[in-house]
């Protein structure tokens, strides 16, 4: 017998994304188990925690996750008796330990042929009964369970899905991040309820340049041709450098005529016009390596830097719909209407959304301001999710006010602009007071130094018992090589990264950078330690939507921090 039984029925699911992932889930609504969603990057410790925390006793997963990383934790789960595995896989496993089986998707589906295995009477899923406890990627510590019930989920996607002109069967949509991520599982289950395509691939296979297409041939947005698309702004600010380095390798005729067409096309855009010559001459190329139809591109997860933005609005000739949420709110909150090519905001809420702000003073940030209120979003509505699981020492942050509404203070800071669109502006936690009492935002500071060309990501760090900001950089391979031949430095990339006159060289880029972005001179990084090695989810220093994990980064690098602040 599968079915779990007893007071907790729990269903876990670690797997990358596919089509089994949203089938079992879709499983798991109907028949009313709530279901315990992992990342399947988590290392050991954090996917013990969450099944443990959770009591799971039934897990999907993948072949290669139970081989690579689940097998080695077994032990450690007791409460762990069925191990479901998505592929095409053998009937009969062996070597497992003693009271736990393992059985392929494919046996689980065929038991409901048999009369025997039929419940007649499981319990339909009430509105306010736990649909999904998403683990968070954890930017700050252990990763927390946040309950989601089945009438937030669908106010969530009711709310994204009303932002989105004409959506229906015409569309598809290209499903690679993590589905264990708000904004993915939002995005596909929009789609399911309005009946769109749905093709899944990987950030590896995702475009013909991808790491793991082959050259030469063809990779999944070329084939799918997707009409919808998610990303996090990670993934475009790396298309957007790849592109505009291709620009500048062309003849001299070339990128005079890319620019002008570029520059004709932004001023049309911010007249509200369209530019069918320019898109079918110069931009074709550049909107084919998505496939050459996505008609709405949507971005989440993190600010989106406003070159990037008007980037994909002009080049992939489509509009960009920026949105804010978090895990605790379904991951809805707000998202730009389609028309609006204003760059750095987030639009304004959403239909099961209401925004307000509260100030913070220690910030500075008051909602008397002008010429714009700012202060701490708070998100309040039936998308507001009911806390985190067995942690009642974190849900602090929600609270219900005098009128039944539900609401969660994020801990971001926003302004809100006369036409009701809210921009992020800050976030309490990146805040730290240097020694001689400024106040140095982390995220602000990365947010524009992101932009520099020679920057792939950077994380800014600073003690409150220093005078300084410093920086971990991972530069960018091109632009840092040819800043090498020009200083005459030589050696391979590792020794280019360690290479103390490379450090002072790129800090000299970066100062110019920094005040070109008008950031104050305290801001400034005054010194930096270059990483070899790019940050991925893998390396467990950025989370699946590429936000920094700054304790991690932190430990990384402690040595560095000890030398840059003159400890060592």
């Known amino acids: 017998m599968l079915r779990p039984t007893g007071a907790h ?45 959770t009591e799971v006793s039934h897990i999907i997963t993948s072949r290669e996750l139970l081989e690579t990383r689940l097998k080695f934790i077994l032990l450690e789960v007791p409460r762990l008796q069925h191990i479901i595995v998505v592929d095409d896989t053998p009937t009969e496993w062996h070597g497992y330990p003693r009271g736990i089986s393992v059985h392929n998707m494919a046996t689980v589906q065929g038991l409901r042929t048999k009369p025997e295995n039929v419940c ?24 927390k369970g946040v309950m989601i019930s089945h009438s937030n989920i669908i106010a969530g996607i009711t709310g994204m899905a009303e ?8 569309d598809t949509y290209i499903g690679y991040l993590p589905l264990a991520h708000v904004l993915e599982l939002s995005a596909e289950l929009v ?6 395509r749905i093709g899944y691939s990987s950030p590896q296979t995702l475009a013909d340049q991808s790491t793991k297409i082959k050259k030469g041939s063809k990779g999944d947005t070329s084939v799918l041709q997707p009409t919808l698309m998610a990303a996090v702004p990670e993934i475009m600010d790396r298309i957007y450098k790849n592109v505009m380095t291709k620009v500048e390798e062309m003849s001299s005729a070339q990128r005079t005529l890319f620019t002008l067409a570029y520059n004709y096309k932004l001023e049309q855009l911010s007249q509200g016009r369209s530019t069918p010559l320019c898109d079918n001459l110069v931009f074709k190329k550049v909107r084919s390596l998505l496939g050459g139809k996505t008609r709405v591109l949507l971005s989440g997860g993190a600010p989106l830097s406003a070159a990037t933005q008007r980037f994909i609005n002009v080049c992939f000739c489509c509009p960009v719909g920026q949105g804010y949420g978090l895990t605790e709110t379904c991951g809805a909150g707000t998202i730009s209407e389609m028309w609006d090519y204003s760059t750095g905001r987030v639009g304004g ?41 067995k942690n009642e020492a974190k849900n602090q942050d929600f609270f219900v006010d005098e009128n039944g509404q539900r609401w969660f203070c994020t801990g971001d800071i926003g302004e809100v602009h006369p036409d009701g669109c809210l921009k992020i502006i800050d976030r309490k936690k990146d805040l730290v007071k240097l020694q001689a009492g400024e106040y140095v ?59 103390a006159a490379m450090e002072e060289v790129v800090l000299q880029v970066i100062t110019e950078a920094a005040l070109s972005a008008q950031l104050e001179r305290f801001e400034i990084p005054r010194k930096i330690r270059l990483s070899p090695d790019p940050w991925t989810p893998e390396t467990g220093l950025v989370t699946e939507a590429f936000k920094l994990k700054r ?11 000890e030398r840059m602040y003159g400890g060592k």
Not at 42 to 48: D, E, F, N, R, V
Not at 191 to 196: K, L, M, Q, R
Not at 356 to 384: A, F, M, Q, S
Request: proline residues 6%; negative net charge; contains cysteine.
């Open 9 to 53: 029925n729990n269903i876990a699911i670690f797997c990358e994304t596919r089509a089994e992932w949203v089938i079992a889930a879709q499983a798991c609504f109907m028949q009313n188990f709530p279901l315990v969603t992992l990342y399947s990057t988590l290392g050991g410790p954090a996917i013990t925690h969450g099944l443990n925390e």
């Open 349 to 389: 809420p959403l239909i099961c959304s209401e925004i307000k702000l509260k100030d913070w003073v220690e910030g500075g940030y008051h909602i008397t301001d002008t010429p714009t209120p700012r202060g701490e979003i708070l998100i309040g509505g039936p998308n507001v999710t009911m806390g985190y699981y």
């Open 441 to 499: 935002s982390l995220g602000k500071v990365e947010a524009m130094l992101k932009n520099c060309p020679l920057i792939d990501n950077i994380c800014a760090y600073a003690n409150s018992d220093e005078m300084y900001v410093i920086g971990f950089v991972v530069p960018n391979q091109k632009h840092l090589l040819s800043l090498a031949e020009q200083y005459l430095i030589r050696g391979s990339w590792e020794e280019l990264c360690d290479n």
């Open 191 to 196: 789609c399911v309820a309005h009946g769109c």
């Open 163 to 170: 932002r989105i002109p004409n959506l229906g069967e015409n």
């Open 120 to 143: 007649q009477g499981h319990k339909q899923p009430m509105p306010s009964d736990i649909a999904v406890i998403m683990y968070t990627s954890g930017s700050t510590g252990i990763p």
């Open 551 to 561: 304790q991690q980064l932190k430990s990384k690098y402690q040595d560095d921090i």
